[in-house]
């Protein structure tokens, strides 16, 4: 239970319901900035506004999953007023106060780190990857049945990158019957991809292996499908970029040549955004209850 723990929310999108929803059900004291358009909606909480003042005793700052924006602003899909994120809010915190978000920019960062405020990205937790890989392999398979005329199954399919959301993608697809090729670029990864019963590759051989492709599938946060893999592909592929933005793909070059490129990343939270909230509210929960357990066990040592 959270009883006792004070919880602000700030902005965000549906994902965020089912994380008040969590935080209530377990007792914490949560209060909302920025869903002025649910007053009255969801039991249990307390509507604010974003001024200094609501930062005062708070335990944790929960934002949406994309965190702010390079100038402070948090988006919100339940309010139509602009939320920006400052000096004077973060430094109203208490000291043992955390700021929780998926991922974070270099103002967040800093914003937190002047007023030496822990940030927790939970997008790099090991524990949030793998489990919104699932949805994110479920989305991509999504994109890859609307977006082209054959069948996953027999398809010669590229999956590039072998870490968390790539394992799971390369494995579903397998199970599929698709023939499934993993660029990895390290040993490890892959011997990982060779037990998995998968065809391996180094990513230094991606412009031979693309000659075949049906489909691409990226992971890899950083140009790896250039003009001159590109070149090598079929006109027939599909190329579905899952690494944040801007992607791992020339897209300019893909368009000059006519293939078809698609910038996918977020899957989770607008194919499955129940299920990513709920992955967000577990994780939440779990590390608001560790926390308030360590700052008891503190006190009582005192």
């Given at each position: ?40 909606a969801i039991g249990g909480v ?91 392999a479920e989305g991509a398979l ?161």
């Amino acid at each position: 239970m959270l009883t006792g723990i004070e919880v602000l929310l700030i902005g965000g999108d549906t994902r965020q319901l089912e994380v008040i929803r969590e935080l209530s059900d377990k007792d914490a004291s949560v209060k909302l900035i920025g869903y002025d358009k649910l007053y009255g909606a969801i039991g249990g909480v307390t509507l604010a506004e974003l001024v200094p003042e609501s930062f005062i005793g708070a335990d944790a700052v929960v934002l949406p999953p994309v965190g702010t924006d390079e100038e402070g602003k948090v988006e919100s899909l339940f309010s139509a007023r602009e939320l920006v994120l400052g000096d004077a809010h973060i430094e109203r915190l208490p000291k043992h106060a955390k700021v929780y978000t998926g991922m974070a920019g270099s103002y967040l960062r800093d914003l937190c780190s002047r007023h030496q405020i822990e940030l927790v990205e939970l997008f790099e937790r090991d524990d949030v990857a793998i489990f919104n890989s699932i949805p994110t392999a479920e989305g991509a398979l999504m994109l890859a049945i609307q977006n082209t005329d054959i069948t996953i199954h027999g398809s010669h399919t590229l999956v590039l990158g072998m870490g968390r959301t790539g394992m799971t993608l390369a494995r579903v697809l397998a199970a599929l019957g698709a023939k499934v090729r993993v660029g990895v670029h390290r040993s490890d990864q892959y011997a990982r991809a060779f037990e998995m019963g998968l065809s391996p590759f180094y990513t230094t051989e991606l412009t031979e292996a693309a000659g075949e492709a049906d489909l691409v599938f990226n992971t890899v946060p950083a140009r790896i499908i250039t003009a001159r893999v590109i070149a090598e592909l079929p006109h027939r592929a599909v190329i579905i970029d899952l690494a944040s933005k801007p992607g791992g793909t020339d897209f300019r070059f893909a368009e000059k040549r006519g293939i078809k490129a698609i910038l996918a990343p977020g899957l989770p939270g607008i194919v499955a955004p129940k299920t990513a909230g709920r992955i967000i509210a577990g994780v939440l929960n779990r590390l608001l209850s560790e926390d308030a357990r360590k700052r008891g066990m503190k006190h009582e040592l005192e």
